[in-house]
């Protein structure tokens, strides 16, 4: 009996100098660490010090902390940033559908500006701006080494002024100086109109009036048409679309699904991460649908495009996107200033990463350029047909009603030529539900 306590005692102290051996060596790492970390704060401090001192100009205190925090904030990632006061305040304003400037969503990419996607009917836009396009100078000074904060400030200014913005393009040799006059930035969150019988959903960013814009274009449309039988189909048009609020994404998302989940997301705790699930309801009733994006389509357009593909809800056309698969949360920190931090990672429904990779269409579809304005050519005589020639015979199978319906039938198809024209990627998309149309009228038959 003696012998057995003993044992179990001695046991007992075993363990407890085995449980003293192991967490003695973490609670050494854990102190080092944070030793570390104040030491470093005092070089901080000490070097802070040295510029107010030292430095050959005097330097405000505010500024260099301010840089300081945004230094080590966008470290981390291109998208992580702190916003001084102004800066949180336009943001804001920007949720809300407006505010001044030239009309581009950019990111930092080797040191240089990069043209996410310029938004639709704005400066930039008109003057030609394109996703990818990279910007080396303004008015003649170089961004490279700046912040992307410091090169969009360089890029505001009063509304009316103009700016001069050099522009590296792929597919040109030399840069090339684009002029742009700042004006007033009014975000149209959605355009809607009737293509035929085809609903078009353009969707320019994801703000608080997005879905609310959305879901009352759609019902004009149909009305429109002629109810949700007459049309056969919708197009939502994402290329450019630089993103926005995660809520909206989610809501436009929803507008189009019954159920299933939407999107996830994951942060550095496991604990961290959210699903967002479909709510039944589908505003079209299930109507076949095309997705439209580009490389402009960033984040929240990922999101609603990702999940409508996994679903097999809509066939997405067009090329791959820009794969932004971060979510930022935006702080409110002291002084009236704001932290934007990347925290999560989103996923499509199929548990799949588009950071950096993007989402692909399931039919790839370049935009051809403009091609260089020529001379119309006379129409030539092998163009003509026998409904041309003198004398000819008519058609004597057909009713006056139905020679009209063959004729409104060709008018439709000239316009869908033209459109080509203008337009090729939505041509295409429209295309594709008009084939679906014709194959659902004829299992119907």
Same mark, same amino acid.
Do not use: C, W
């Given at each position: 009996?003696?012998?057995?306590?003993?044992?179990?005692?001695?046991?007992?102290?075993?363990?407890?100098?085995?449980?003293?051996?192991?967490?003695?060596?973490?609670?050494?790492?854990?102190?080092?660490?944070?030793?570390?970390?104040?030491?470093?704060?005092?070089?901080?401090?000490?070097?802070?010090?040295?510029?107010?001192?030292?430095?050959?100009?005097?330097?405000?205190?505010?500024?260099?902390?301010?840089?300081?925090?945004?230094?080590?904030?966008?470290?981390?990632?291109?998208?992580?940033?702190?916003?001084?006061?102004?800066?949180?305040?336009?943001?804001?304003?920007?949720?809300?559908?407006?505010?001044?400037?030239?009309?581009?969503?950019?990111?930092?990419?080797?040191?240089?500006?990069? =043209?996410? %996607?310029? !938004?639709?009917? *704005?400066? $930039?836009? &008109?003057?030609?701006? @394109?996703?990818? /396009?990279?910007?080396?100078?303004?008015?003649?000074?170089?961004?490279?080494?700046?912040?992307?904060?410091?090169?969009?400030?360089?890029?505001?200014?009063? =509304?009316? %002024?103009? !700016?001069?913005? *050099?522009? $590296?393009? &792929?597919?040109?040799? @030399?840069?090339? /100086?684009?002029?742009?006059?700042?004006?007033?930035?009014?975000?149209?969150?959605?355009?809607?109109?009737?293509?035929?019988?085809?609903?078009?959903?353009? =969707?320019?960013?994801?703000?608080?009036? *997005?879905?609310?814009?959305?879901?009352?274009?759609?019902?004009?449309?149909?009305?429109?048409?002629?109810?949700?039988?007459?049309?056969?189909?919708?197009?939502?048009?994402?290329?450019?679309?630089?993103?926005?609020?995660?809520?909206?994404?989610?809501?436009?998302?929803?507008?189009?699904?019954?159920?299933?989940?939407?999107?996830?997301?994951?942060?550095?705790?496991?604990?961290?991460?959210?699903?967002?699930?479909?709510?039944?309801?589908?505003?079209?009733?299930?109507?076949?649908?095309?997705?439209?994006?580009?490389?402009?389509?960033?984040?929240?357009?990922?999101?609603?495009?990702?999940?409508?593909?996994?679903?097999?809800?809509?066939?997405?056309?067009?090329?791959?996107?820009?794969?932004?698969?971060?979510?930022?949360?935006?702080?409110?920190?002291?002084?009236?200033?704001?932290?934007?931090?990347?925290?999560?990672?989103?996923?499509?429904?199929?548990?799949?990463?588009?950071?950096?990779?993007?989402?692909?269409?399931?039919?790839?579809?370049?935009?051809?350029?403009?091609?260089?304005?020529?001379?119309?050519?006379?129409?030539?005589?092998?163009?003509?047909?026998?409904?041309?020639?003198?004398?000819?015979?008519?058609?004597?199978?057909?009713?006056?009603?139905?020679?009209?319906?063959?004729?409104?039938?060709?008018?439709?198809?000239?316009?869908?030529?033209?459109?080509?024209?203008?337009?090729?990627?939505?041509?295409?998309?429209?295309?594709?539900?008009?084939?679906?149309?014709?194959?659902?009228?004829?299992?119907?038959?």
């Amino acid at each position: 009996m003696n012998k057995f306590m003993m044992a179990a005692l001695g046991g007992t102290v075993a363990g407890v100098v085995a449980t003293t051996q192991f967490v003695g060596p973490l609670l050494a790492q854990e102190n080092e660490r944070q030793s570390s970390v104040y030491e470093q704060l005092d070089l901080f401090g000490d070097i802070f010090e040295r510029i107010r001192a030292q430095y050959v100009e005097e330097a405000e205190p505010q500024e260099l902390i301010e840089a300081a925090i945004n230094g080590m904030l966008t470290s981390l990632d291109p998208h992580s940033s702190y916003l001084p006061p102004d800066d949180a305040e336009d943001m804001r304003v920007q949720t809300r559908g407006e505010f001044g400037g030239l009309g581009i969503e950019v990111t930092q990419e080797d040191g240089f500006v990069k =043209v996410v %996607s310029p !938004i639709d009917d *704005t400066p $930039a836009a &008109e003057a030609g701006i @394109e996703s990818g /396009d990279f910007i080396t100078h303004v008015d003649g000074e170089s961004v490279l080494g700046m912040t992307l904060d410091e090169a969009v400030d360089l890029m505001r200014g009063p =509304v009316g %002024s103009d !700016i001069v913005i *050099t522009v $590296a393009r &792929e597919g040109e040799e @030399e840069p090339f /100086d684009v002029t742009i006059t700042r004006d007033t930035i009014t975000l149209t969150a959605v355009r809607t109109r009737l293509e035929g019988d085809t609903v078009v959903l353009r =969707v320019t960013t994801f703000n608080d009036q *997005t879905f609310p814009n959305l879901e009352a274009g759609l019902a004009e449309r149909i009305e429109e048409a002629g109810g949700l039988d007459a049309i056969n189909g919708v197009v939502l048009d994402l290329r450019n679309n630089p993103g926005g609020l995660l809520t909206q994404a989610i809501k436009v998302s929803d507008a189009f699904l019954d159920k299933g989940e939407i999107v996830s997301t994951r942060g550095r705790n496991p604990e961290d991460g959210d699903r967002y699930n479909a709510e039944a309801g589908d505003l079209t009733n299930g109507k076949p649908m095309v997705v439209l994006i580009n490389g402009g389509s960033a984040s929240a357009s990922e999101i609603v495009a990702g999940a409508l593909k996994d679903h097999r809800r809509a066939v997405v056309v067009g090329t791959k996107s820009f794969g932004k698969g971060s979510v930022q949360t935006v702080m409110p920190v002291r002084g009236d200033g704001a932290m934007r931090l990347t925290t999560a990672r989103y996923y499509t429904p199929s548990g799949r990463s588009i950071q950096a990779l993007g989402v692909s269409p399931d039919i790839v579809v370049e935009q051809p350029r403009p091609a260089p304005e020529e001379e119309e050519e006379e129409t030539s005589i092998f163009s003509r047909s026998e409904a041309d020639l003198r004398g000819r015979l008519d058609n004597d199978s057909l009713s006056e009603d139905e020679i009209q319906q063959i004729e409104e039938d060709r008018e439709r198809a000239e316009q869908s030529a033209a459109l080509r024209e203008e337009d090729y990627q939505l041509a295409y998309a429209i295309d594709i539900l008009k084939g679906l149309s014709v194959l659902e009228t004829e299992q119907q038959e």
